[in-house]
């Protein structure tokens, strides 16, 4: 069964972009796009996702504001910060919160894809 994924970034482009990755692989499903943390909150309690890929730097809400919600409503579901934002201070903050993974959008998009299989070979 295909593992269903929350796609959150301000950019309708990287949206669009990381839905065709996921899309490309069959033990994926894109279930729904959000533009911002506040939104992709509220679409997570309506889709539960296995999976939420969000970036850093966002309107509204940020990545790192939505992660730390998103972990008191669903502590199960994994969170991967995708973001042009990078380095060990946001790496460290990211983890304290409950954040999975870091992928830099400036790596190929194959590392995202490992890095979200991962998540459920280490949970096995």
């Known amino acids: 069964m295909a593992k269903t994924v929350l796609i959150v970034d301000d950019y309708a482009y990287i949206r669009h972009a990381l839905g065709s990755v996921f899309k490309r692989e069959a ?3 894109v279930c729904g796009e959000a533009v911002n943390g506040r939104e ?3 679409k997570a309690q309506e889709l539960h996702p296995d999976l939420i890929v969000l970036d850093l730097s966002m309107p509204v809400m940020n990545g790192l504001e939505a992660a730390r919600e998103l972990k008191q409503l669903m502590p199960t579901v994994p969170l991967i ?3 042009a934002f990078g ?3 946001v790496e460290q903050h990211a983890r304290l919160i409950g954040i999975s993974e870091v992928v830099s959008k400036s790596q190929p998009p194959a590392l995202l894809i490992s890095k ?3 998540l459920y070979r280490d949970a096995a």
């Open 81 to 83: 910060m995708y973001s």
């Open 40 to 42: 992709a909150i509220a």
């Open 27 to 29: 033990d994926f499903e």
């Open 87 to 89: 380095g060990g201070f």
């Open 116 to 118: 979200a299989r991962s």
